[in-house]
C-alpha cells in the first residue's frame, strides 16, 4: 500500500545543485576552487609572458653562480668565492641565530617585566609600565637604530682600553675583565678545549664533536631529570608528601656536563687589546648586538602585557588559597600563577616569535648580513633574478613561522589544562 505522503523519485536534476542543501555547499566548493586556480594560472602565464617579453626566463641556475661578496659575521666557513646558495644559507644561520637569541631575550624580559607590572611597589610597577609604554609604541626599526646610534657614538674606540704607561690607567675599563664594549665591535672571551675531540667535515659546515658532545650530554640529563620528577610527583599522588628533588635535580643537570667539560679541557680566553684591537677572544658586530636588542626590548614589551593578562586571568583564589597553605609570594607565583597562566600567555606569545622572527628582516638598517641582505639583497641586485630572489625568500620566512607555530603549539597543547 502506498502513502500519500511518499513523494515520487523524479532522480537527480542539475537544478539540485543550487537549490539541494546537500549539494549547494559542494557546488560552491567547486565553483570557488575553479575560480582560484584560474586567477592563479593568469597570474604565472602573464608573469611568463612578462618575462618572456624581457628576456628573461624563470630559473634557480643563480644560486650556483660565484657570490662575490664578503659578509662579516658567518656561522659556518664562507668566502666571496663561495656560491650565491652559500651566502643565502649564510644569511639564513644568521636570521634563525638572531630570532632564536631574541626570542629567548624577549621572553625572560616579558616575564619579569609583566610580573614586577603587578608589583604592590607603586615606584616598580610605574617604571615598568614607562618601560612597556615606551618601547611598544615605537617602532621597533627606531629601536634598533637607537641601539646602533649608542653603540656606535657612546662607546670608546678599541685603543681606549690601551693603558697609558704615564698613568697606569686606561680611559675605558671592560666589563668584569673579560668583555668590551667598543664602538666597532663588542669583544667578548672565546671558549676553547685542551683535549678536544674534533671536527667532522660535512658539505654544510664542519661539525664539533665536542658542541656535539655536550648537546648528547645535556639531552640525556634532562631526560633523565624528566623522569625524576615523573617518579616524585607519582610518589605524591600516592602518599601525599613528594620527595625532595630539587638537589638531585641540580646535580643531574650540572653533574655530567661539568665532569664532561673538565675532561674536554673547557677554558675561556678573554680578549686582550694588541695594537688597536683585541685578540684572543671573540669580537661580535655591533649590528648584530643592536639588531638583537632592539628586538629583545620591543617584543620584551609586548610579551609583558601577555604574561599580566595571563596572570591577571587567574582567580584570586588560587593565591589566596596558596598562602593558606603557607606558599610565599615567590613559590605561589612560580608554581601555583605562573603554571595556570600559561594556557592564556602561550597561544599570543607564538604570535610574538612570529613577529619578531620576521622583524629581523629590519637587520639590513644596521648593516647586518641575514636572509634579507644576503638573498634578497647582494644576491638580487647582482644576479637581477628578482622573482626567484622575492618568491624563495618568502617560502624560506614561511617554513620558519610554520616550525615556530608547529613547536609551539605542541608545548601549548602540553602545558593545557586537562579536565579529570
Known sequence: ?????????????????????????????????IVVMGAAGWLVDNTIQNLRVLGKDFNFGFLDNRAGYDIAQHLIPYTNDNTHARAMLVGLLNTIWVSLLGCATATVIGIFVGVLRLSKNWLVARLMTVYV??????????????????????????????VNPATGEANASMILDSIALTNRYTAIPAVSFERSLGVIDTA?????????????????????????????????????????????SLLLLLGPLALLLAALGFQLHGPTLKGFNFTGGTNVSNAFVALWAGLSLYTGAFIAEIVRAGILAISKGQTEAAFALGLRPGKTMRLVILPQALRVIVPPLISQFLNLTKNSSLAIAVGYMDL?????????????????????????????SLVISGVMNLYNHKVRLKER
Not at 9 to 17: A, E, K, N, T
Not at 372 to 400: F, S
Open 204 to 248: 654544510l659546515a664542519p661539525v664539533s664533536l665536542n658542541v656535539l658532545a655536550i648537546v648528547l650530554v645535556l639531552a640525556g640529563a634532562i631526560w633523565v631529570n624528566r623522569r625524576l620528577l615523573a617518579h616524585a610527583s607519582a610518589v605524591q599522588d600516592a602518599t601525599g608528601a613528594r620527595p625532595v628533588t630539587w638537589w638531585k
Open 372 to 400: 634579507r641582505g644576503t638573498l634578497g639583497g647582494i644576491t638580487l641586485n647582482q644576479t637581477g633574478r628578482e622573482l626567484e630572489a622575492i618568491l624563495l625568500m618568502m617560502l624560506i620566512y614561511l617554513a620558519i
Open 133 to 162: 609604554e615606551t618601547f611598544r609604541n615605537v617602532p621597533v626599526l627606531l629601536w634598533i637604530l637607537v641601539a646602533m646610534a649608542v653603540l656606535t657614538e657612546i662607546t670608546p674606540a678599541p685603543n681606549a682600553y690601551k
Open 1 to 33: 500500500m502506498t502513502s500519500a505522503s511518499d513523494a515520487p523519485d523524479r532522480g537527480f536534476r542539475l537544478s539540485q545543485l543550487i537549490y539541494d542543501t546537500r549539494y549547494r555547499s559542494l557546488t560552491i566548493q567547486v565553483i570557488t576552487l
